[in-house]
């Protein structure tokens, strides 16, 4: 088998893994209790907050909130925030390559009586950060734009975009989610007062999230129940999941120059072989300020469902655009944002850091022969857009 859907998902790192497993059946204490056993539970969400904090270069571990996903880090964050604020405004911006647990939980804010400006972005997939400077209103109380996108992996002008907002009672949040280990992330140094993050996207356990709020944020909590995360994220904490989070966040980061110029060697000899052998293939979201290793394509007269059938039929793991269930009928919404033609055809490839030039080579081929195969029965009107 050949995984090339790491923005999907990752598998557990050995490592981390190690971390988790006495948190299970052996440390198994409620972090909330007094004896001893609930310390050793406490103690490593304490560390686990340490490390996820330096990570993010938060100023604070008090700054860092474990949630049960990186969705549930979006809602908390998007419209935990919205509702504090709802004396200082009801505006709300965001740019509409955003994923699904920012733009539906939008979408519940907007028939909860908020006004949602939801920004275009250019054809590379790029929020640009004067729009977001004209969009401010004196009732704007947050601005949520993304890192990095999942479906065509773009880095967004983030710092440039905080810079807009600072100044502006507007809090600036980002989902972080596909960024983290795989760009530098500083929320002190870059403006952000509230980042989203999960585990499974990097190494760790899927189930596991965590939202940054500078101190001072203070959104409204989603659930409520035993006011554990402060009060924030009620629920008895899920401690293997959170040591494996902070400990896949820690590895993520270590030796990063050397693993990101590695990544992004394998990236681009993917970019490369892909549009040299794949007939009527254009790259999708921006040529360089892209992940390091994400690499998406659309091929003209092939449907992306189809041929991640094919390619599952020979031992490759790859998505056509997100992973979520519900995209799996109709055009998504990120390539339609970017207006591109051919978006049925659509294929995300996303490598681990680690894969041999060898497995590429054979997800090339495989590639090619699948797409030629299903271009072959194509009507001959879908080329006229690619080329
Ligand atoms: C995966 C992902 C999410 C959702 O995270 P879950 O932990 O799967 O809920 C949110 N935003 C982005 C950009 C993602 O890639």
Known sequence: MIYLDNAATTPVKAEVLKTMLP???EYYGNASNVYSLSLVSRRALDSAREAVAKAVNAKLPAEIFFTGCGTEADNLAVIGIAKSRREQGNHIITSAVEHHAVLNACDYLRREGFEITKLPVDKFGLVRPEQVAEALRPDTVLVSIMTANNEVGTLEPIAEIADAVRGHQAYFHTDAIQAIGAAPIDVQNTGIDALSISAHKFGGPKGVGALYLRTGVRP???NYGGGQERGLRSGTENVAGIVGLAKAISLAYRNFEEKIS??????????????????YAQLTGHPERRLPGHASFVFAGVEGESLVMQLDRQGICASSGAACASSALGVSHVLEAMKTPQARGSLRLTVDWEIDYADLDKAVEAIAKSVKKLQ??????SF????
């Open 23 to 25: 948190f299970f059946s």
């Open 220 to 222: 409204l909590p989603v």
């Open 262 to 279: 590695l990544w992004k060697s394998k990236r681009d000899y993917l970019i490369k072989n892909i549009l040299e052998k794949v007939p």
């Open 376 to 381: 072959s029965r194509a009507p001959k009107s």
């Open 384 to 387: 006229a857009e690619l080329r």
